[in-house]
């Protein structure tokens, strides 16, 4: 034993040494967080002393008030897709965040869900069954359909299962578009999917006679839907079967040799995933009353994870308000009027974060300022042409900057070549030394404002709404690579 | 010196990657509430001998037994069930678990409440969760107050080095083993903490009952800690026996020193 071994150095008396467990660092991270100063410190404090089920109330109550307090065209655009969203999103978090499968066929499984249920509740084939029955067969199908792909992908982790999900993900869309004719030993040549056109004129939902025809009733089933999946996953995700998932994305070797049995809980992370995928796609067939193969796509893959990234991997809050954001602000960005203030606020609030300390800052504003003055008096007197346009919309700050801004009558062109301008800026400046990185901001951000006033805030209905959503998360997950509300430790090489 | 029946038997184990024979016809046998080295240079074979009885590997020839029992193409959580743990040489925690959490995963094996049952938490669920909880707790204050308090609800990857090291044990006792395979407990650690792991190993096995299979570099502790001591070179067993005995051999000596060392090491004649 360890007594008989005299070159083993005796541990120094124990009232001398620090107490056990205890080392300085660690122990200083309570601390730390507690130490977090100002807005920040006090909103994560607050945050975590929310109860889980109030922080769903959270949620919720202010869901639940939405229809009241706008009109029914916005309760569709908004309300009804930020909750389709999020109710894929969230079975797309048990496969992905929860078991760390990264599955890129998940929207096959929507579109199952909602082919499906067309194909029992359309004059297709003139079936018209009740929702009570229709959703849980729907969804059973699914989830089947879920274990089928899971079952050649058991062996599979990482980018070989993305590979293979993808293609089932892409065989789906194939499938739908061309399973118009599809023949049947008996039945002769069937037409399933109604092909390229799909399937039009699905049921609303009719639970024992009751239909959820309008758009309010169809919006508080989908929350009442999400509140109960969120609370089930919530009790899930603190189980013995959460904590496999979990312990299986965070390494499946050691999590097998840990008596977890690795297989058996994909095929069931695989299945739960599915299962709710289809119940989301009948709900979205009977709001859409349609199924169209152009719905089940990668657009809508990238926008479910562009959610699960935002929100944070694994966290059921960031989640939903993931799918607030990615769904809302593109709607929110249509009209000038919203869009403007909403980029000059980013704007400044970037600002504010980066630009440190405030005499820094404020030199910097100051530049700005001052750097729009000079160029619209020189451009004013020796190109008038330059200054002669008018800024877009009415009021104060479009009136101001007809005064500071150069507004060229003409500018389509000029406002293309600024725009690879300051794209090139962007990649440059970065790289720069500090120095220069101060002196070169007000131009560069004064660029930036000459591209939007001039380019950007036009189209704003089109494409610039969706660069816009891109520069957001692009910046977030410079910011906070682990998600708004998720805290998994991302190692940046 | 066996202080029981034989818990673990190895007969005639072989295994090769390609032409590169890894373990070669080996023989071992751990004996209940034993503590058994395995040393031997980086490459005898160590680590792919506790992935052999983990099941992570299959072994070409031989035959592996746990109280008499083929673990032989097992898959390795069964291997975990039927009461093999281990710790890894190269420590995989789940980092983005808690401490707790860590814990509470590997009692996956011996508990049983499904996913439906945990959805809507029955009571029994409700129980058996409270009774994972219970067991947790049980295991981190093992290590005294190390992992206790507040430690519980930190993340993994937050943890110092010992603290891991300790975490991957505490996780390996949570599978509740007959025997349990350490690979290298003491390795990154400092002296003091090295003491400590030493001590930790021998109450394991008195307070806790546990047999105990450990390769580990640090000679102190493999005298501090070993009923018997196995030597592996190029997976094939070249010294078994007491600390002093297996030490001293000739063999093992040339293992680690090479030819000319050992002679150098015996003295000129």
């Known amino acids: ?493 | 010196m066996s202080a029981g029946p034989p818990l673990l038997e190895l007969d005639g184990v072989g295994k090769a990657f390609g032409g590169l024979r890894v373990i070669e016809n080996l023989d071992l046998v751990v004996a209940e509430h034993e503590i058994v080295s395995v040393i031997g240079p980086n490459g005898a074979g160590k680590t792919t001998l506790f992935n052999l009885i983990t099941g992570l590997y299959r072994p070409d020839a031989g035959e592996i037994r746990l109280d008499g029992r083929n673990l032989v193409g097992l898959r390795p959580h069964k291997i975990t069930s039927l009461g093999v743990a281990r710790t890894f040489q190269t420590l995989r925690l789940f980092l983005n678990m808690t401490v707790k959490e860590n814990v509470m995963a590997a009692e996956y094996g011996r508990t049983k409440v499904g996913v439906l049952r945990s959805m809507v938490r029955t009571p029994a669920a409700r129980r058996e969760e409270k009774e994972i909880h219970r067991r947790a707790e049980e295991k981190l204050s093992f290590f005294g107050e190390r992992l206790m308090g507040y430690r519980w609800d930190q993340f993994a990857y937050s943890l110092s080095y010992a603290n891991r090291r300790r975490l991957e044990i505490a996780r390996a006792m949570a599978t509740e083993p007959r025997i349990l395979l350490l690979d290298e407990p003491a390795a990154g650690m400092n002296p003091a903490e090295t003491h400590e792991i030493t001590e930790l190993i021998a109450k394991l096995r008195d307070d806790d009952g546990h047999t105990i299979l450990v390769i580990e570099h640090d000679m102190h502790v493999v005298e501090g800690i070993s009923d018997r001591v196995v030597a592996l070179d190029h997976g094939v067993k070249i010294a078994e026996g007491s600390f002093e005995a297996v030490a001293t051999d000739e063999r093992v000596v040339e293992a680690y020193l090479g030819v000319r060392g050992a002679e150098a090491e015996a003295g000129p004649g």
């Open chain 1, 1 to 493: 034993m360890a007594d008989g071994a005299p070159d083993i150095p005796a541990p120094p008396d124990a009232r001398d040494r620090p107490r056990i467990g205890v080392d300085e660092w660690v122990a200083q991270v309570e601390g730390r967080r507690e130490r977090y100063s100002g807005l920040r410190g006090a909103v994560e404090r607050r945050w975590e002393r929310i109860p889980p089920a109030a922080r769903v109330l959270l949620f919720a109550v202010p869901a639940a008030a939405f229809p009241y307090v706008t009109t029914e065209g916005n309760v569709f655009r908004y309300g009804l897709f930020t909750l389709v969203y999020a109710l894929l999103a969230l079975g797309l978090n048990i496969v992905v965040g929860f078991a760390g499968l990264l599955d890129l066929g998940y929207v096959a499984f929507f579109g199952f869900g909602a082919y499906g249920y067309a194909i029992l509740a359309s004059p297709q084939f003139g079936n018209h069954w009740q929702a009570e029955a229709a959703i849980p067969v729907v969804v059973v199908a699914t989830a089947l359909c879920g274990l089928l792909v899971g079952l050649p992908s058991r062996r599979l982790f990482g980018d070989y299962l993305a590979i293979l999900t993808l293609f089932f993900g892409q065989a789906f869309v194939v499938f739908v578009n061309n399973a118009n004719r599809i023949s049947f030993p008996f039945a002769g040549h069937v037409d399933l999917t109604g092909g390229s056109n799909g399937l039009p004129n699905i049921d609303p939902f009719d639970f024992f006679g009751y239909k959820l025809e309008g758009t309010r009733q169809q919006y508080y089933f989908l929350l009442i839907s999400i509140v109960l999946v969120l609370v089930l996953l919530y009790w899930v995700h603190d189980s013995r079967t959460g904590r496999a998932w979990r312990a299986l994305r965070e390494d499946p070797l050691a999590a097998e040799a840990m008596s977890i049995p690795v297989n058996r809980l994909k095929l069931l992370a695989f299945v739960f995933g599915a299962g709710t995928a289809g119940f989301t796609g009948a709900i979205y067939g009977s709001i859409a009353t349609a199924a169209l193969p152009g719905d089940y796509d990668v657009g809508l893959l990238i926008t479910i994870y562009a959610i699960m990234i935002l929100g944070g991997f694994g966290s059921l809050m960031g989640i939903v308000v993931g799918a607030v954001v990615v769904s809302s602000v593109p709607e929110l960005l249509r009209s000038s009027a919203n869009a403007r203030p909403l980029f000059y606020g980013a704007i400044l609030l970037a600002l504010l974060v980066k630009v440190r300390p405030w005499p820094r800052l404020a030199a910097v504003l100051a530049g700005l300022v001052g750097f729009g003055f000079a160029a619209h008096a020189i451009a004013s007197a020796a190109y008038p042409r330059l200054v002669h346009g008018h800024a877009i919309g009415s009021g104060a700050f479009a009136h101001a900057m007809n005064h500071w801004m150069l507004l060229p009558s003409h500018h389509e062109k000029i406002a293309d070549v600024a725009y690879v301008f300051l794209i090139a800026a962007i990649v440059i400046v970065p790289q720069l030394k500090r120095l220069w990185r101060t002196v070169l901001i007000p131009p560069l951000l004064y660029l930036v404002m000459f591209v939007w006033e001039n380019l950007l805030l036009e189209q704003i209905g089109g494409a610039t709404r969706l660069i816009l959503l891109g520069a957001l998360l692009v910046a977030l997950m410079n910011a906070r690579p682990q998600g708004l509300f998720g805290n998994a430790y991302v190692e940046i090489a």
